[in-house]
């Protein structure tokens, strides 16, 4: 607590924001962008197939706002999974028949069946789960981990973002989602594209060697010391620190994507898919490449898990793509001793409805969103492994215990890195901002 | 300036001062003082000095002195009378601001009065009266100098290291090592200067002196009753109770903490060597001690490293980073493995002491590196997974005794040496990707071997389909390229529209086409399950006619480029509907004319894509009709397209017409008038969406 007191010496500034030993260093954050529905994944309601059809009580429903989608229908049908559940591993944790792969590494993960937020829409959800904010004018987690932490490797950005698309109904993601909002402009997150160099434009043209790049750096350098020192505009260091980056980047970001590292071993881990870019489990790929190389938080986003109908033809594609990979990613930094150093989080911006959007049929029904409850899993980072934590009632609708805000989640995963959320600050526009704002407790029961 | 005018000068100075100190005195308990005064009583700890050493110069002369009367006695006087008074005045403008009522302050403030006091008299007395006043000013000044430099060292400061041992941890109070970090860690978050929740600000003890804004928050005579006591122990339901509920929340031990300090007077001074096992406090903190110690990641008893040392270490390619504030430990790691040189590694031995992690990953470490990795003697983490280790040289190692994790994945070490290590707490070894195996028998309890993925664990799963390299529309003498960015894969196809398998044509060099062709292919590889089939529907460039326009307008939403769009040479992307590649028609039906021109036009073909979820169906019917004078236009055929029969994945196709001579055509195109009944919009109008015309 205050050991430098009787040492008499201490090394704080090096340290940043940490304030007492991290369990994590790295974050691989496997957003699904959409919202799965927890129904067909963690959260099993055998309820809803024995009521297929009835209607949600209002008891139920206790007065939740609806979207504009299904505010206007007559009857909310409660509806169950089409896709079986079971038990797996030695802890028992309910996954659905859609995710065998998942299944398989249920001892490694800590289901949260109680996460819970504020909005009820796309935009506003997914910028609260990545700024702690709904307006998006906030930094991203990605950069005030960056903005905490700093920079392990100082090759690569601390914060790097891959997209992909599955073939569900899908969401935008913007780059707003990656900002640095008022931090420097050093902690935004870095998008990679889908092409075989995720990259842009980091090899030199034809005739330019890295020499002459240097001197060029060098150059442009000089004259942007020359604008610092006229205007004095913080940006313009920036700038030098990103050339600077950009061109130690050069050497670092090939080694890295270097695919003579690719055995036939890992790619059958992940599955084939992983060796075309811009698919999910390329991106998990990357991802785990790129956080063993110390970038500090990984952001994916896999796009397609919006089913406001037609749950039951776009789930199994969706759980298709990211089921291999997402578990093969934990399995592949177990097995390189570095699971227990990253956190790995699996989940979307809220739930969706217990009842069914549109037309309920025998064959297929929809869901809309729901705030009021939604799974995700953690996996190493010092979290406990093989639990289920947080409960909902048996209509999957309500939160029965142990309910895990967004904020919650935010201080949970700040503290698994050293971080205590209350101190995390920035001071902007007269007042210090926070990721958690004003709020937010850590959820100690999940942590080892 | 004569002596004597000076001497009035001084004189009159001090009466007038005098004047003010008395009515300072007299009205203290009505006086505010203004908030930029304040600088002249923060100034009285510096200035206290001049008088103390004129009483101190002047006492010596006094007493030394042989000659009766000497001239400047009257000057020094009074100068040491005005600075004495000017003093307190400035004590007094310090002790208004800052209002801690100590009987230490009180003590200090009579006994400067009295200074002032005999000082004042000593200027209106007569020699020998005057010595013995100044002589008796002397102890008067090092008490009243004692009390203030109590009140802002605190007492005891200066006899306090004879009183207790030598150790300084010792010596700390108890106050500052175990109240403070509890304050701090659950109260202080908004009980500080820029919060000030309740008006209160625990982040010092002078102003935990000062209370909130219901008063104290302790009362030392009834420490029971105290505010702080109270609503820390209040249930966490009630609306008073503190920390508020969803806050940290203080621990047991920590509330007796707290409790016991205030009942044994809520003091700054007591120091841990006073604490013996009867104190009130001994319990307490001797329990927080024990629970801090043990929820310390683990104990360090290595010294800290020099923070210049660690700056200088730090580098593009090498980071060392501290584990955590407070900790001696710091954690290693290396970058780029084209940038390392073992140079780099030995550098970091400046710090081989306070090393607890080392990641040297992917870096080319090679057995007689090991050598060096084992000076690192509190290593608990090392990472070596693909270095170019052999084997050898592990019994450098063994001086790590607090190691818990070896990362030696994609290796070429064996597993042998890991029965040098039985003596190690619990090791975790990590083997994946090696041909490392130890029989269970000779493999030391406390170690436990990671082997990882390995492909017998399952079936074989499947390939992903070919890739087509080319664009979906190709040049006049373009041939097809297919590949698989999998090395080793086979690639098997059809042109004919037969389903492809393990018999069809393997692709070996570039496809040659005509007009349109479906390419449906395979992918396949020893062992791995074969790939699903993939359909590339390819165009080449045709004929552009000689104009073209749209009778109907598309559908607001989805107006492409307009006709310019079906000539444009680009495919829609079938993820993309949005895209101006496309032309999308709901409400009616597309009506296409075409001029053809001079042109000898055998096909035309129209292609277009289905999203059965998003409503975007194949045309219900599509409609070629020509004519010679473009007057009268007569249909030649017409095309029912089957439509789906449930919800699948989106694709693209194309309807096709053969034409004979002639010059102007008519295409109409009629979207599903009613979605089936399966569908979730049933009875409602479906999409059409095409991106392009060919003809040939």
């Known amino acids: ?448 | 300036m004569q002596i004597e005018s000076l001497e009035r000068l001084l004189k009159n100075l001090m009466w007038l001062f005098s004047s003010l100190l008395i009515f300072m005195i007299v009205f203290e308990n009505q006086l505010v003082i203004p908030h930029w005064l304040y600088p002249i009583g923060r100034l009285h700890p510096m200035i206290l000095h001049f008088p103390i050493v004129l009483i101190v110069l002047l006492a010596a002369w006094m007493a030394f002195s042989k000659a009766k009367e000497h001239k400047y006695v009257k000057v020094s006087l009074y100068t040491t009378a005005l600075v004495v008074i000017v003093t307190s005045i400035m004590g007094l403008f310090l002790s208004l601001e800052d209002s801690v009522a100590t009987d230490l302050m009180f003590r200090h403030k009579w006994s400067a009065l009295v200074l002032t006091i005999i000082m004042v008299v000593s200027t209106g007395v007569r020699s020998p009266v005057s010595r013995i006043l100044i002589v008796l000013a002397l102890p008067v000044v090092i008490v009243t100098g004692h009390f203030g430099g109590s009140i802002t060292h605190g007492e005891n400061f200066v006899f306090e290291p004879w009183e207790t041992p030598g150790n300084l941890a010792e010596g700390l109070p108890i106050f500052n090592v175990f109240v403070e970090p509890v304050l701090n860690d659950k109260c202080t978050g908004c009980h500080n200067p820029n919060k000030l929740k309740g008006e209160l600000d625990l982040t010092s003890f002078s102003k935990m002196v000062e209370g909130g804004e219901s008063g104290p928050i302790w009362n030392l005579n009834a420490p029971d009753s105290s505010r702080i006591l109270k609503k820390i122990r209040l249930p966490l339901e009630h609306e008073d109770h503190m920390p508020p509920e969803g806050k940290n929340q203080l621990t047991q031990n920590e509330i007796n903490l707290l409790t016991a300090w205030i009942n044994s007077g809520a003091d700054t001074a007591t120091s841990i060597a006073a604490l013996q096992p009867d104190h009130a406090l001994y319990e307490p903190v001797t329990l927080l001690k024990e629970y801090w110690e043990q929820n310390a990641a683990s104990d360090y008893d290595f010294e800290f490293a020099d923070i210049e040392t660690i700056n200088n270490l730090n580098n593009s390619f090498r980071s060392v980073d501290i584990y955590y504030p407070g900790a001696p430990a710091l954690e290693a790691s290396f970058f780029v493995r084209s940038a390392f040189s073992i140079n780099a590694l030995k550098e970091l031995l400046a710090v081989k002491e306070q090393i607890i992690s080392l990641d040297l990953g992917y870096m080319p470490i090679t057995d007689q590196d090991l050598e060096i990795i084992g000076q690192f003697k509190n290593l608990e983490k090392l990472n070596l997974n693909f270095t170019d280790l052999r084997g050898t040289g592990f019994e450098n190692l063994l001086d790590c005794k607090s190691l818990r994790s070896l990362s030696l994945a994609g290796t070429g070490v064996n597993a042998n040496f890991l029965t040098d290590f039985a003596n190690l707490d619990a090791l975790d070894v990590f083997l994946w990707e090696t041909q490392a195996q130890i029989g269970k028998d000779s493999l030391p309890e406390n170690i436990t071997i990671y082997y990882g993925y390995s492909v017998e664990d399952e079936d074989p799963i499947a390939l992903t389909p070919p890739l087509l390299q080319n664009d979906r529309i190709i040049g006049k003498n373009e041939k097809i390229i297919l590949e698989h960015n999998f090395p080793g894969t086979e690639i098997h196809y059809t042109t004919d529209n037969t389903t492809p398998d393990s018999t069809s044509k393997v692709y070996n060099n570039p496809i040659e086409i005509h007009n349109i062709a479906s390419i449906r292919a395979i992918a396949l590889k020893e062992g791995w399950l074969q790939s699903k089939e993939v359909v590339f529907e390819v165009f080449k460039a045709g004929l552009v006619p000689d104009s073209l326009k749209l009778l109907t307008p598309p559908d607001p939403k989805n107006p492409g480029k307009l006709e310019k769009t079906l000539v444009d040479f680009e495919k829609g992307e079938i993820s993309d509907f949005g895209s101006e590649k496309w032309l999308g028609y709901r409400e009616n039906p597309m009506e296409l004319w075409i001029d053809l021109g001079d042109q000898h036009v055998a096909q035309i073909a129209l292609a277009y894509g289905v999203s059965i979820g998003s409503y975007i169906m194949p045309p219900e019917a599509v409609e070629l009709w020509v004519s010679d004078d473009n007057l009268e236009f007569k249909m030649i055929e017409r095309v029912e397209i089957p439509q789906p029969d449930g919800y699948g994945p989106s694709f693209e196709s194309f309807v096709e017409f053969n034409l004979k001579a002639t010059r102007y055509c008519k295409i109409k195109v009629f979207p599903v008038g009613k979605l089936p009944n399966w569908h979730s919009g049933k009875g409602e109008k479906g999409w059409v969406f095409v991106d392009e015309l060919f003809l040939f």
């Open chain 1, 1 to 448: 607590m205050a050991p430098d007191l009787f040492s008499g010496d201490s090394n704080d500034q090096l340290a940043g924001f940490k304030s007492f030993a991290p369990k994590a260093k790295r974050v691989i954050y496997l957003f699904q962008n959409g919202a799965p529905s927890q129904l067909e994944t963690f959260d099993y309601k055998p309820l809803l197939n024995n009521m297929f059809g009835e209607e949600l009580p209002e008891s139920i429903r206790g007065g939740q706002r609806l979207t504009g989608m299904t505010s206007n229908q007559e009857k909310f049908p409660l509806v169950g999974s089409k896709f079986g559940f079971k038990q797996h591993g030695k802890s028992g944790i309910w996954i659905s028949d859609l995710f065998p792969n998942m299944a398989k590494i249920a001892d490694e993960i800590c289901v949260i069946k109680s996460m819970h937020t504020e909005a009820i829409n796309h935009d506003p959800a997914l910028t609260f789960m990545q700024t702690g904010a709904q307006q998006g004018n906030r930094p991203s987690m990605g950069s005030w981990l960056s903005y905490g932490l700093g920079s392990e490797n100082k090759n690569l950005p601390a914060f790097c973002v891959l997209l992909s698309r599955g073939r569900g109904n899908g969401q935008g993601v913007y780059s707003k989602l990656w900002t640095n909002g008022f931090l420097d402009s050093i902690h935004q997150g870095v998008q990679f594209s889908k092409g075989e160099n995720p990259i842009l434009y980091l090899q030199n043209p034809d005739g330019v060697n890295l020499q002459s790049r240097r001197e060029m750096l060098d150059k442009i350098a000089d004259l942007n010391e020359m604008a610092y020192d006229e205007f004095g505009a913080p940006e313009i260091k920036t700038k030098i620190q990103q050339y600077e980056m950009a061109y130690r980047m050069q050497t670092a970001v090939p080694e890295i994507t270097d695919v003579s590292r690719n055995s036939d071993h890992i790619i059958k881990m992940y599955g084939a898919d992983c060796l075309e870019p811009g698919t999910y489990a390329a991106n998990c790929l990357l991802a785990r490449k790129l956080s063993e190389s110390g970038v500090r938080f990984v952001q994916l986003y896999h796009q397609g898990w919006d089913q406001h109908e037609n749950v039951v033809g776009e789930m199994p594609l969706q759980a298709e793509d990211v089921d291999r990979a997402s578990s093969a990613l934990v399995l592949d930094l177990k097995q390189r001793g570095l699971l227990d150093e990253t956190l790995v989080i699996w989940g979307g911006e809220f739930g969706r409805t217990n009842y069914c959007q549109g037309k309920l049929t025998e064959e297929n029904y929809g869901r809309d969103h729901h705030p009021r409850c939604f799974s995700i899993w953690l996996a190493g980072g010092g979290v406990k492994r093989g639990m289920t934590y947080g409960k909902t009632d048996e209509f999957g609708y309500n939160i029965v215990e142990n309910p895990v805000h967004v904020n919650d989640l935010h201080a949970t995963i700040l503290h698994l890195l050293g971080i205590d959320h209350e101190k995390l600050n920035y001071r902007y526009l007269g007042r210090r901002f926070r990721l958690t704002d004003v709020s937010g407790h850590v959820v100690k029961d999940i942590i080892s």
